[in-house]
């Protein structure tokens, strides 16, 4: 069966460093992969799409990487605040981008 | 602009009976997804729809419906709670241009089973 597999569940950095967070997937061929940050008691807001045939994508502080043979995705934050404390999630979605999979989230803490 | 909005905020109901949750999308988005987001979990798939048809069903079973109205807002149903049924709904829109892979996500109906 498809799986998702997001690092840890929670992941604690200093404030400055740079965070990553990987998911790993299964039995499944994305077309697209995204990023969402999701806060206590809020629903997801969306961060970054990456598409299969694309190796790396950039917005701001935030990286994303997405590596078919592996099966995997990495998410960076460089310079990292507090303000990013929250649960990251990863998603994957084959046909649709609409239809997403998600992973269970890492609850990144950073601390000042 | 207002974003997706759901409601009601909060539900408590009891094991057997029936829930009506209601989801307005973004002005212009013309798909929805309903998610189930059980605590400490990702949210999982339920539905999509995209101009009043269903475009994708996740793997819940028949108790689950929904519908799109014409002004593109959307009803979830759920027959014959469960106490596992315990979850935050979520209801999110997306466009049709641009970054129309973006999913633009509501605060949620959290529903309490007894």
């Known amino acids: 069966s498809q799986k998702i597999e997001q690092n840890s569940e929670a992941l604690n950095i200093q404030e400055g460093k740079t965070a990553t967070l990987t998911c790993n997937y299964t039995?499944?061929?994305?077309?697209?992969l995204q990023w969402y940050r999701q806060d206590p008691g809020r629903g997801p807001v969306f961060l970054l799409l990456?598409?299969?045939?694309?190796k790396e994508k950039r917005k701001e502080r935030l990286k994303v990487t997405f590596d078919t043979t592996l099966k995997q995705s990495l998410f960076h934050i460089t310079a990292s605040q507090p303000a990013d404390s929250a649960t990251y999630l990863c998603?994957?979605?084959?046909?649709?981008?609409?239809?997403?999979?998600f992973g269970s989230g890492t609850q990144l803490t950073v601390l000042p | 602009d207002a974003g997706v909005t759901q409601s009601p905020t909060h539900l408590i109901k009891t094991r057997g009976q029936h829930v009506t949750l209601r989801c307005s999308p973004i002005?212009?988005?013309?798909?929805v997804s309903w998610y189930q987001q059980v605590l400490g979990q990702g949210p999982q798939f339920i539905f999509q729809?995209?101009?009043?048809?269903?475009?994708g069903r996740g793997n819940f079973p028949d108790r689950f419906s929904a519908r799109q109205f014409p002004n593109y807002s959307s009803e979830l149903n759920v027959n014959a709670l469960l106490l596992g049924d315990s979850a935050l709904y979520l209801c999110?829109?997306?466009?049709?241009?641009?970054?129309?892979?973006?999913?633009?996500f509501g605060p949620g109906t959290r529903l309490t089973v007894l």
């Open positions: 999110a829109s997306s466009g049709t241009s641009g970054s129309r892979y973006e999913q633009f």
């Open positions: 039995n499944y061929s994305p077309a697209y």
């Open positions: 990456i598409r299969e045939n694309e």
């Open positions: 998603a994957l979605s084959s046909g649709s981008a609409r239809q997403l999979t």
């Open positions: 002005s212009g988005h013309k798909s």
């Open positions: 729809y995209y101009e009043k048809e269903e475009r």
